[in-house]
């Protein structure tokens, strides 16, 4: 059962230009492994957790280093949670996040749905 979507556009340039402007942006927002990756890859990454918090009916006890975003081997992208994000997600039910990602020319999409085995009340 579906309990909750999400979904944020980021303007790339947009979203670089921040990131130049505060440098330590970067540590608060993503994990080590996820500030490897180009701005372009960065700004999705922003969209996805963006759009998770909006599936999830906001962000009480969730930490955005705790959110990052993988690849599957097909290149499917896919979230691993950790700490207390993780248990914020489990505690609402949550058992199956889907993800979405995409880029066209100066913009980064991401759409969340979360899935849970029964109804909740909490999400």
Known sequence: MIVGIGVDLVDVPRFEAQMERTPRLGE????????????????????????????????????????EVASEA???PRFDLSDSTAQVVAA??????????????AFAIAYV???????????
């Open 92 to 105: 609402r039910g949550i058992t199956t996040l889907h993800l979405s990602l995409s880029h066209d020319g």
């Open 28 to 67: 608060r927002l993503f994990s080590v492994a996820e500030r490897r990756l180009k701005p372009r890859s960065l700004a999705a990454r922003y969209a996805a957790k963006e759009a998770l918090i909006k599936a999830l009916g906001g962000s009480d006890g969730v930490h955005w280093t705790e959110i």
């Open 113 to 123: 749905v979360a899935e849970a085995r029964q109804p909740t009340d909490q999400v």
């Open 74 to 76: 097909s290149g499917r």
